[in-house]
């Protein structure tokens, strides 16, 4: 809800429609790219590298799949066309430097988790700290809590747990990219609240 919700924000602005959806979407899709790639890569460092195959076979059987249920399920396109997809259709271009964009903003991510990692004594191998942030990451979407609340947690607790990690710096790791996390979008609320107050202020016409 909150993906589409940045649509309604674009379209207020100006944004034709299929733009706007579109945006969001490429970006989503470009996020499953390269952590469902890193994910697989993970689930091979901290478990095993057969189960990792035997995922990476799973996404390479079911795309071509999911691709001719695109294709064929009349009531999808519909649905595509009435957003209007058709006027939005990237180029090789654009999917490229989308993808190169994702890669570098994930790299940033993963510098910064390890970052506050190294600040309160969590001294793990970097690779094996990219795979359990990769699988915490993607578990925390599982929408029980606010932005992974708990979720993460726990998940840092048992992934973290085989590598010497206490559960208590696991929990403070948790809890302090939460923090951080909510933090980070302060400067949207606060850029939210002027653009509302400002909108208040306005003079209404009958």
């Known amino acids: 809800m909150g993906e589409f919700g940045k649509s309604v924000y674009l379209i207020s602005a100006g944004l034709p429609k299929s733009q706007a959806i579109g945006i969001v979407l490429l970006d989503r899709l470009m996020d499953v790219i390269v952590i469902g790639f890193m994910a697989i890569i993970g689930v091979g460092i901290l478990f095993d590298w057969v189960t990792a195959l035997l995922l990476l076979i799973l996404v390479l059987l079911g795309t071509p799949f999911l691709w001719w249920i695109f294709k064929t399920n009349i009531t999808l396109r519909k649905m595509l066309n009435f957003f209007g997809f058709a006027n939005f259709i990237p180029s090789i271009h654009t999917l490229a430097l989308t993808l190169i964009a994702t890669i570098i903003s994930w790299a940033l991510y993963f510098v910064w988790a390890i970052f506050l990692a190294r600040i309160i ?7 094996i700290m990219i795979s359990v942030f990769t699988i915490t990451g993607i578990l925390s ?3 029980i809590a606010p932005s992974g609340l708990g979720t993460r947690d726990t998940a840092l607790i ?5 590598y010497g990690v206490a559960t208590h710096e696991a929990v403070s790791l948790g809890i302090l990219m ?6 980070s979008g302060s400067l949207g609320l606060y850029y939210w609240a002027i653009k509302k107050n400002h909108e208040d202020l306005l003079p209404t016409t009958n």
Do not use: R
């Open 121 to 127: 004594g969590i001294d793990v191998q970097a690779h």
């Open 141 to 143: 979407l599982v929408p």
């Open 158 to 162: 048992i992934l973290l747990s085989s």
């Open 178 to 183: 939460f923090s951080l996390l909510i933090l």
